[in-house]
């Protein structure tokens, strides 16, 4: 069964992230292109702690952070497509972590705008993210 386009975007980048951070992609222009073609240019992050990013900060943390967390397993679970048009889709997904030996979870929202050159057609525009509990 195929993936909705823009659930298929959560786990692909949720996927490079992991390879990313872990090491297992290669620290050059043409790995990273994955992230930086895929996030909007007016792109901001709001973290679980409230920190608020704009996406040039983003893409630098992430471009430093190659190889930081070699054991780092990164999966996401409950995707929900909550609204869709022809130019966006708004999103809900679980992500979690494994970091040395601890897992986390947080709720996230994400609104992804039509984008034809984009991986499965859509950028990143905003990300907002809640700390949740594991249960």
Known sequence: MQQHPAIQEVIDLHTFFEAWL?????????????FATTTDPDFILIDPDGK?????????WIRRA???????????????VRYEDSGCAFVTYL??????GVTTCRISTAL????????NGLRWRHVHETWTSIE
């Open 95 to 100: 992500e979690w972590q494994t970091r040395d």
């Open 66 to 80: 190659h190889g930081t967390r070699r054991s780092f397993r990164l999966w996401t679970t409950d995707h929900r």
């Open 22 to 34: 872990g090491g297992a992609l290669p620290a050059s222009d043409a790995a990273f292109a994955r």
């Open 52 to 60: 608020v990013m704009e996406g040039d900060a983003v893409a630098g």
């Open 112 to 119: 992804l705008i039509a984008h034809t050159a984009a991986p």
